[in-house]
């Protein structure tokens, strides 16, 4: 895999993760646990990604 293809992987997972947030913060059933979770995925991908990017 390339570098270019993987950090499109990369931001492809972080916009799902994304998107899930925002549906988690929505749903009146969602738990802090979970969205604060998803939040920490969330970030170490966007650090991997900057570190890569700039690598």
Avoid: F
């Amino acid at each position: 895999m390339s570098m270019s293809s993987h950090l499109e992987e990369l931001r492809r997972k972080h916009e799902v993760l994304s998107e899930k947030v925002e549906a988690a913060q929505r749903a009146p059933g969602s738990s802090d646990l979970e969205i604060s979770e998803l939040k920490k995925q969330k970030l170490k991908l966007k650090e991997e990604i900057e570190r890569l990017a700039t690598a």
